[in-house]
């Protein structure tokens, strides 16, 4: 045991110098993730975009069209620009200069006055998913209030009661709980699960080429000879010092969200780290497994990169799994974030506790199998450098 601990000093030894000497290991990691986690909190920190241009053509002039205009100006997430004239709002549009556009047509007072149902068109840029989703809830909602607004001042002309009045305006009130995000926080919404997913892409691509450098440097068999030929030991000693890194990153991760930052946390910001801590861990033997099948440096670290951003998009915080294609969803289990999310739901929206998140940990626990499936293909190319190397 005294000579294994030994070796094991001597192997780690080495790899602290690589790390040293390669400066690349701290800053795609260290610096990395500190540069997103500071850049998506610092970009979302106001929640929801505001102030969005959209376009107003007030070809009606008329007091409930300048009602309609001054309202949407009022709202959190609009900003009106006027225009006279229908074809410059449209080509503003097309080139990004605005969200969207209203057209109030001529005598809309009028009509609305009549109770003909006047058309209000409106045109929207769904090319920009967030600003236009927001544009179009925006206006939406200004012309029922509108809508509203104007039957109310119908209704008490006639003398009805303000009781039978709102009991027509709107007969079913809505009593809505946001469960987890209460503000409709964008950065809520995409960091609790885009940060971990960023530290993913770190671990799998840098033990990808921690492991794989040395074979494409040939220095594999000088690794063994310090391991006393214990493919095991080499191993174990090489990315012992990598998972210090990536777990202090990991949990450090945690508190800057739930602590620091404060963050929605309906449970234990310690169950967070053993969920944080388990997604590490299943990352690093997925890249484990990806070197070990595919032992070319530049190969691997395509697969690794590529299997990295499709984990974020199967994550399913995006676009629930349910709504993929039948052929898909399946496809969802083979990536760790996935089984990170739906522990992070579980502990952090709902805080149900260990007895609903914990098979979701025992789904991350069995990716730590996955490296037996390739590890003899690595310790031969260790020991041949039978593969290329670029």
């Given at each position: 045991m ?6 094991l000093?001597l ?6 110098k690589?790390?040293?000497?390669r400066?690349?290991f701290?800053?795609a990691s260290v610096v990395?993730l ?5 850049f998506?909190t ?5 929640g929801?975009?505001h102030?969005?241009?959209i376009g ?9 069209s300048?009602?309609f205009?001054s309202?949407?100006d009022?709202?959190q997430?609009?900003?009106?620009i ?10 503003d549009?097309?080139r990004g ?13 009028a009509?609305v006055q009549?109770q ?10 769904s090319?920009y998913f ?16 509108t ?27 809505l009593?809505?709980?946001q469960?987890?995000n ?7 919404y995409l960091?609790?699960v885009?940060?971990?997913g960023?530290?993913e892409m770190i671990?799998?691509l ?6 794989g450098q040395?074979l494409k440097?040939?220095?594999s068999?000088h690794l063994?000879k310090?391991?006393r ?12 010092p ?5 777990l202090?990153?990991g949990l450090?991760?945690?508190?800057f969200?739930?602590?620091w ?10 169950n967070?780290?053993v969920?944080i801590t388990a997604?590490?861990l299943?990352?690093?033997a997925?890249a484990l497994?990806?070197?070990s099948?595919?032992?070319?440096l530049?190969?691997?670290?395509s697969?690794?990169a590529?299997?990295s951003i499709l984990g974020?998009?199967?994550?399913g915080f ?6 993929m294609?039948?052929?898909?969803r ?6 760790p974030l ?5 522990f992070?739901?579980q502990?952090g929206?709902y805080?149900a ?6 098979p979701y940990l025992?789904?991350l626990?069995?990716?730590l199998?996955?490296?037996a499936?390739g ?6 190319a ?5 593969y290329?190397?670029?």
């Open positions: 005294k000579r294994f601990f030994k070796t000093g192997v780690v030894l080495r790899e602290l690589i790390i040293r000497i400066p690349i701290l800053l990395v500190a540069f997103n986690a500071f998506y610092t970009f979302l920190r106001d929801l975009p102030d969005m241009p107003v053509v007030d070809m009606d002039h008329s007091s409930t300048r009602n205009a309202q949407l009022a709202t997430l609009g900003r009106v006027h225009y006279d004239d229908h074809r410059v709002a449209q080509s549009m097309q200069r605005i969200m969207g556009y209203v057209v109030i047509p001529e005598h809309f007072n009509e009549a003909h149902r006047p058309t209000l068109p409106f045109y929207i840029n090319l967030v600003g236009g989703a927001l544009a179009y809830k925006d206006i939406m909602q200004m012309t029922i209030l809508g509203g607004a104007v039957e109310r001042q119908i209704l008490r002309m006639k003398g009805t009661n303000e009781r039978e009045i709102m009991g027509r305006i709107q007969p079913i009130v009593d809505q709980h469960i987890g209460t503000t409709t926080n964008y950065g809520i960091n609790n885009l940060l971990p960023v530290l671990v799998i840098l033990i990808i080429y921690a492991v040395e440097y040939g220095t068999k063994l310090m391991a030929g214990s493919m095991e030991t080499a191993m174990f000693g090489k990315l012992l990598y998972m210090v890194i990536f202090a990153l450090s991760l945690v508190f969200l739930y602590h930052m404060h963050y929605p946390l309906s449970g234990s910001i310690w967070m780290c969920g997604l590490v299943a990352s690093a997925v497994l990806i070197i099948m595919v032992p070319t530049r190969l691997a670290i697969v690794g590529i299997y974020i998009t199967m994550a995006t676009l629930p799994v349910d709504g294609p039948e052929l898909i399946p496809l969802a289990a083979i990536f996935r089984h990170y999310y739906l992070y739901v502990e929206i805080g506790g260990f007895a609903a998140w914990w025992v789904y626990l069995l990716f199998f996955l490296p499936l590890f003899r293909r690595l310790r031969h260790y020991e041949y450098l039978d290329p190397r670029n």
